[in-house]
């Protein structure tokens, strides 16, 4: 049956749920949360409707860019590293066998569908004192004492590394496993070795690929809310955890809305930069 | 030698994604009440916790009814949408799978706050109805993806002759289209619910105050009080979802849900 246009209009029938569905609960929520932003707090966690830009006004402050800045940099180094681990990993991965593929593929879902609250939970029991990875050192006689690794800095990274690991594999799975093989034959029948092969025809051949994971892996890691409440001390909190904190436990919900108003506008505002970018780069070369 | 290198990469990166579950796993076999590592006695109490004990037993019944409902829901929303974009030419039409593809590539705090401002409005916050929808917005991505590409690989030709026969789309739709997408909704669903079940910041930003879930419930045991059973549901989660993705792999393509081109290859 080739596709037709619709008719009458009993043909629009099937698009009516979901049309009203994501309409009525994620456009409109959308909206609520932009017009709250603009809203005036009351004392008490109540608001009240108004027009007032002072919920904005607030990030005019050494404070928030001292956040803003570390959010963006702790998601461009979980970014970075997740695609330097991720890009050789898929790529060999896509080599093995079809077996093979699948019982890695399990285990990356797996670890993927984990909630923040689950990895924070593991990493910190990983990172503890009591039962954590210095036991083990110890007990092998590698170390004198066990010792906390968290909270701080190295923690969180590690923890929000192996969030969005899984995801960037996932993210570069098509594009590797469509490579076509020709091109790497061709440069080891020229006598590169598999590692030159890798580094001069594949990674050039998926500048693309890599750019666009960097920039979803990117918004992913802009995205984890938990991990730095759970495993940082309160200097590595990002923005995504300062609206949490400010929807649930200061219960002021148009600052927190105009944060999260400002997370969107900078996530697409750093999409936006990067295939600019991107474009430019490729216009010149 | 770049065998052995290769081995040598996969079995780090093996060892960086189990090295937290085999913490874990070893805390909550610990015979007393403590998170020691390694595990000092052994007991499988912790697991039965989960089923005994009421806090735990009644956070794992919401979680699994919140992902059974929120998943089918996700999937009533992406089937006919998916199916309308298959069947008819609408560009216009392309907005909502826009829509349904971004609650889940934002950043999900956006999303979560979105539907808190939303049921506060509304007056509805707090209902545990409200963090079914909560989630079958959110994981809509899911089924709407398996099934756009369950529509892409159906033959036109099948669905040509069939209507050629005299057939109509309910019956087309019934006989021929149905029985091709079945596995793609099946993973869809299976997706989604994984994924609910898990999830942790919709469901406490929608209901997190009146119900708790097993993420919420973990959350608040990490925050007031430690307890081996912690440990002992995350087993349990990783071991369930391990267990639906091998499902998935063993009745379906796996690797070809995820973009891989077809069975025959490699």
């Given at each position: 049956m080739?596709?037709?246009?619709?008719?009458?209009?009993?043909d629009?029938?099937?698009?009516?749920?979901?049309?009203?569905?994501?309409?009525?609960?994620?456009?409109?929520?959308?909206?609520?949360?932009?017009?709250?932003?603009?809203?005036?707090?009351?004392?008490?966690?109540?608001?009240?409707?108004?027009?007032?830009?002072?919920?904005?006004?607030?990030?005019?402050?050494?404070?928030?860019?001292?956040?803003l800045?570390?959010?963006?940099?702790l998601?461009?180094?979980?970014?970075?590293?997740?695609?330097?681990?991720?890009?050789?990993?898929?790529?060999?991965?896509?080599?093995?066998?079809?077996?093979?593929?699948?019982?890695?593929?399990?285990?990356?879902?797996?670890?993927?569908?984990?909630?923040?609250?689950?990895?924070?939970?593991?990493?910190?029991t990983?990172?503890?004192?009591?039962?954590?990875?210095?036991?083990?050192?110890?007990?092998?006689?590698?170390?004198?004492?066990?010792?906390?690794?968290?909270?701080?800095?190295?923690?969180?990274?590690?923890?929000?590394?192996?969030?969005?690991?899984?995801?960037?594999?996932?993210?570069?799975?098509?594009?590797?496993?469509?490579?076509?093989?020709?091109?790497?034959?061709?440069?080891?029948?020229?006598?590169?070795?598999?590692l030159?092969?890798?580094?001069t025809?594949?990674?050039?051949?998926?500048?693309?690929t890599?750019?666009?994971?960097?920039?979803?892996?990117?918004?992913?890691?802009?995205?984890?809310?938990?991990?730095?409440?759970?495993?940082?001390?309160?200097?590595?909190?990002?923005?995504?955890?300062?609206?949490?904190?400010?929807?649930?436990?200061?219960?002021?919900?148009?600052?927190?809305?105009?944060?999260?108003?400002?997370l969107?506008?900078?996530?697409?505002?750093?999409?936006?930069?990067?295939?600019?970018?991107?474009?430019?780069?490729?216009?010149?070369? | 030698?770049?065998?052995?290198?290769?081995?040598?990469?996969?079995?780090?990166?093996?060892?960086?994604?189990?090295?937290?579950?085999?913490?874990?796993?070893?805390?909550?076999?610990?015979?007393?009440?403590?998170?020691?590592?390694?595990?000092?006695?052994?007991?499988?109490?912790?697991?039965?916790?989960?089923?005994?004990?009421?806090?735990?037993?009644?956070?794992?019944?919401?979680?699994?009814?919140?992902?059974?409902?929120?998943?089918?829901?996700?999937?009533?929303?992406?089937?006919?949408?998916?199916?309308?974009?298959?069947?008819?030419?609408?560009?216009?039409?392309?907005?909502?799978?826009?829509?349904?593809?971004?609650?889940?590539?934002?950043?999900?705090?956006?999303?979560?706050?979105?539907?808190?401002?939303?049921?506060?409005?509304?007056?509805?916050?707090?209902?545990?109805?409200?963090?079914?929808?909560?989630?079958?917005?959110?994981?809509?991505?899911?089924?709407?993806?398996?099934?756009?590409l369950?529509?892409?690989?159906?033959?036109?030709?099948?669905?040509?002759?069939?209507?050629?026969?005299?057939?109509?789309?309910?019956?087309?739709?019934?006989?021929?289209?149905?029985?091709?997408?079945?596995?793609?909704?099946?993973?869809?669903?299976?997706?989604?619910?994984?994924?609910?079940?898990?999830?942790?910041?919709?469901?406490?930003?929608t209901?997190?105050?009146?119900?708790?879930?097993?993420?919420?419930?973990?959350?608040?045991?990490?925050?007031?009080?430690?307890?081996?059973t912690?440990?002992?549901?995350?087993?349990?989660?990783?071991?369930?979802?391990?267990?639906?993705?091998?499902?998935?792999?063993?009745?379906?393509?796996?690797?070809k849900?995820?973009?891989?081109?077809?069975?025959?290859?490699?």
């Amino acid at each position: 049956m080739r596709r037709e246009a619709p008719q009458r209009l009993s043909d629009y029938g099937p698009l009516a749920f979901p049309a009203i569905m994501l309409t009525v609960f994620f456009v409109i929520p959308f909206g609520t949360m932009i017009a709250v932003s603009f809203f005036q707090r009351q004392q008490g966690g109540f608001y009240t409707p108004a027009f007032v830009f002072s919920n904005y006004e607030r990030f005019l402050s050494l404070f928030f860019a001292h956040v803003l800045g570390f959010s963006l940099m702790l998601a461009v180094l979980v970014a970075v590293c997740c695609v330097a681990i991720g890009v050789p990993f898929t790529y060999l991965m896509t080599k093995m066998s079809r077996r093979a593929q699948i019982v890695w593929m399990v285990a990356l879902l797996s670890v993927l569908s984990l909630s923040e609250v689950i990895i924070g939970f593991a990493w910190s029991t990983l990172l503890s004192r009591t039962a954590g990875i210095t036991n083990l050192m110890v007990t092998l006689g590698l170390m004198d004492t066990a010792v906390a690794l968290s909270p701080g800095f190295p923690a969180v990274l590690t923890a929000m590394v192996y969030q969005a690991l899984p995801y960037t594999i996932l993210v570069l799975y098509p594009a590797l496993v469509r490579l076509d093989p020709t091109l790497t034959e061709a440069a080891r029948t020229l006598g590169a070795s598999p590692l030159k092969a890798f580094f001069t025809v594949v990674v050039p051949a998926l500048r693309t690929t890599i750019l666009a994971t960097l920039i979803m892996v990117f918004i992913f890691a802009l995205g984890s809310y938990l991990l730095p409440q759970i495993l940082g001390r309160p200097q590595h909190w990002t923005l995504s955890v300062l609206i949490t904190d400010q929807a649930i436990y200061q219960s002021n919900m148009p600052f927190a809305a105009a944060m999260a108003v400002f997370l969107v506008l900078v996530t697409l505002g750093m999409v936006a930069l990067t295939l600019f970018a991107g474009r430019k780069r490729e216009e010149t070369t | 030698m770049s065998s052995l290198l290769h081995r040598f990469y996969f079995a780090l990166v093996g060892l960086f994604l189990a090295s937290p579950l085999i913490v874990v796993a070893g805390v909550s076999v610990n015979a007393k009440q403590t998170l020691a590592f390694p595990p000092q006695g052994f007991s499988l109490s912790w697991y039965a916790d989960i089923f005994i004990d009421t806090g735990w037993r009644n956070a794992l019944f919401a979680s699994l009814i919140l992902a059974i409902l929120s998943a089918a829901l996700a999937v009533a929303i992406a089937l006919p949408l998916s199916w309308f974009l298959w069947r008819r030419i609408a560009p216009w039409a392309n907005v909502f799978q826009l829509l349904g593809i971004a609650p889940f590539t934002l950043p999900p705090v956006i999303t979560a706050l979105g539907l808190l401002t939303f049921w506060a409005t509304t007056g509805f916050y707090g209902q545990p109805w409200t963090a079914v929808i909560s989630h079958a917005i959110f994981f809509v991505t899911l089924p709407l993806v398996t099934l756009t590409l369950g529509f892409t690989a159906i033959d036109r030709s099948l669905v040509e002759a069939a209507a050629t026969m005299g057939a109509d789309d309910r019956t087309i739709f019934r006989t021929v289209v149905l029985p091709l997408i079945t596995p793609y909704l099946v993973s869809g669903y299976a997706f989604a619910f994984v994924l609910s079940l898990n999830e942790y910041i919709v469901a406490y930003m929608t209901v997190g105050f009146t119900m708790e879930t097993l993420p919420i419930k973990i959350f608040n045991a990490l925050r007031y009080g430690y307890t081996p059973t912690m440990a002992s549901v995350t087993v349990l989660f990783v071991v369930l979802a391990a267990v639906i993705y091998s499902l998935i792999a063993r009745f379906g393509d796996l690797l070809k849900l995820l973009g891989a081109n077809s069975e025959e290859q490699s």
